[in-house]
Each structure stands twice: as structure tokens, then as C-alpha cells.
């Protein structure tokens, strides 16, 4: 009787620590892949098309706002008006979590390095940046932020000053 109460409990354990992922978890991953890849290509039009008229998005760049989307598409043309052959390299993408919960919710976060060429200067860039997405049931983005040293990246590659 103990070995049948014992498995009981080590089962009822076992079964308690298993998170239960969001079903909506994996397809956005997918359509936070299909949005890194349509920025990257400057598909702006579609870039614009994956984002929900509402969506609110955190600048990287010190001090920066929270943005509406025109506010958000000229940041993004901005990024492409002064760097060349960008891309995004993953790390990986983890799933995201209610803020006030803590449950997980579908969103997507992603660690990852983004490389390129300043149009002005020449000069390469290579920085770590962390994101988070979150969507709708409509698979549009309706909240999204990017975290990282934006300000010391435009000031590294920026052209050399002629003193």
C-alpha cells in the first residue's frame, strides 16, 4: 500500500511542475520570424501589414518614447536610412508571460545579434539586442519593444569627426 501511495504522489508531483506551453505559443514564433525577415528585407509595406493599427512600440534609443505605428514605421525606415545589409541572428526565441500574471500568454521574447553597415561612415556593427512581440488573435502585433544599447551603436559607427 505504501509503493501504490508513494507513485501516487511522486506522479501527482511530476505532473505539477510540467508548465503547459500557450496554445498560440509556436505559431508566433513563426510570426515573429516572418517579421524579423520582412524588416530585414525593408519590406516596409509588409512590415506595416504585420502590425496591428494600434500597436504601441518601445524604442531602443535612450530616452526613447512609446510609439504609434508611424511613429514605430519611421523608426524602422530610420534604422534602414542609416545602416546597410542588416540582419538579425537569433539566439532563440522564448516564450513570453502576462506581466501581471506571470502565466505565459503567446507572446515571443528573442535574444539575438544584429549585424550590418553604416551608410554614413562604413564603419560594421555587431550588437546584442533583446525583443519581446506580442500579438493578437489575428496574428498582428500589437505590442513590441527592443532593448538595447542603440545610442552607443549610432555613436560607434558614426563617421569619424574631422577636427
Wanted: charged share 20%; glycine share 10%.
Amino acid at each position: 500500500m505504501r509503493k501504490i501511495i508513494m507513485i501516487a504522489f511522486i506522479s501527482i508531483l511530476m505532473s505539477c511542475g510540467q508548465t503547459q506551453q500557450n496554445p498560440s505559443y509556436e505559431g508566433n514564433v513563426e510570426l515573429a520570424k516572418n517579421w524579423f525577415a520582412t524588416f530585414t528585407s525593408e519590406d516596409y509595406e509588409g512590415v506595416s501589414a504585420l502590425m496591428a493599427d494600434t500597436v504601441e512600440w518601445q524604442s531602443c534609443f535612450y530616452g526613447g518614447p512609446l510609439m504609434d505605428k508611424a511613429q514605430a514605421m519611421d523608426y524602422m525606415k530610420g534604422w534602414h536610412d542609416a545602416m546597410e545589409n542588416i540582419t538579425y541572428t537569433p539566439e532563440n526565441y522564448l516564450p513570453g508571460v502576462n506581466p501581471e500574471t506571470g502565466q505565459l500568454d503567446g507572446s515571443v521574447r528573442t535574444y539575438g545579434v544584429w549585424t550590418g553597415t553604416n551608410t554614413a561612415s562604413g564603419k560594421d556593427f555587431e550588437i546584442l539586442m533583446y525583443h519581446y512581440l506580442v500579438f493578437n488573435d489575428e496574428g498582428k502585433i500589437t505590442h513590441s519593444g527592443d532593448f538595447g544599447d542603440a545610442t552607443g551603436l549610432m555613436m560607434a559607427v558614426a563617421p569619424d569627426s574631422t577636427e
